[in-house]
């Protein structure tokens, strides 16, 4: 095991958000690692007393099992959505399912990266629905 794949591992550790611990083993090595609790995404120009409570937040989850893509216009915190309006792609056998917002809203958490593997209803996006927010 050389120093250039731990660095890798601990990179990809990094940047999957979902991921809090990562461990490989091969022929006389092994690595561990764990990620503390990350900060939350902070969403821009938004007040917090403006932000859905957690009863209101409508949560958009995996319809299957395969790779999340982004969309064309990778959808972040604080971008909002119309019902309908494409959030990306799982990437299943090679044909691309969409995800669509199944209510209109503001994404306040994005809790998948572009090449993430998604299992079944694995939490993909929460969102608070229509209301100050929209402007509707």
Request: hydrophobic share 40%.
């Amino acid at each position: 095991m050389n120093l250039d794949r731990i660095e890798a591992i601990l990179q990809l550790l990094y940047r999957q958000q979902h991921v809090g611990e990562v461990s490989v083993a091969g022929d006389g090595w092994r690595v561990q690692a764990r990620k503390g609790h990350g900060v939350p995404t902070v969403m821009p120009n938004i007040d917090v007393e403006d932000v859905a409570p957690a009863e209101e937040r409508h949560v958009i989850r995996a319809g299957r099992v395969g790779i999340f893509r982004e969309g064309k216009q990778p959808i972040g915190a604080g971008d909002r959505v119309s019902k309908g309006s494409p959030l990306g792609q799982i990437d299943s056998m090679r044909i691309l399912n969409p995800i669509l917002a199944e209510e209109g809203g503001t994404i306040l958490e994005v809790r998948v990266e572009d090449g993430d593997p998604v299992e079944f209803g694995q939490e993909l996006f929460v969102l608070a629905p229509l209301g100050p927010l929209s402007g509707e």
